[in-house]
């Protein structure tokens, strides 16, 4: 089992800069067996999207990002820390939304899927 726990959120004027953080704990067994991380949100009315998402393979990470993101989010990964952030630029209003923590294990460890609890982020015009 992993348990996430996001932090960072809140409330900013548009242009302005967020940065999540979520912390990943569980069985040592657990944490070595995320094969990648990530963040979602989840605007009024809309579905979950995918925000970010961070894989490992071996010592290289590797980052997607969705069209709307692009070249303003930034997701990285500290492993010793098992946490992963997502630094958020130039935020616009439609970027507000509940931000959810994702991990995914490796099919090898059963491939489960973990969320967070979510942390609200707004941005106002």
């Known amino acids: 089992q992993v348990q996430l726990v996001e932090s960072g959120g809140g409330s900013v004027q548009a242009g302005g800069s967020l940065r999540l953080s979520c912390a990943a704990s569980?069985?040592?067994?657990?944490?070595?067996?995320?094969?990648?991380m990530g963040w979602y949100r989840q605007a009024p009315g809309k579905q979950r999207e995918l925000v970010a998402v961070?894989?490992?393979?071996?010592?290289?990470?590797?980052?997607n990002y969705a069209d709307s993101v692009k070249g303003r989010f930034i997701i990285s990964r500290d492993n010793a820390k098992n946490t992963v952030y997502l630094q958020m630029n130039s935020l616009k209003p439609e970027d507000t939304g509940v931000y959810y923590c994702?991990?995914?294990?490796?099919?090898?460890?059963?491939?489960?899927?973990?969320w967070g609890q979510g942390t609200q982020v707004t941005v106002s015009s």
């Open positions: 994702n991990a995914v294990s490796s099919i090898v460890a059963g491939g489960y899927d973990y």
């Open positions: 569980g069985s040592i067994f657990s944490i070595n067996a995320i094969r990648s």
């Open positions: 961070i894989s490992s393979g071996g010592s290289i990470n590797y980052a």
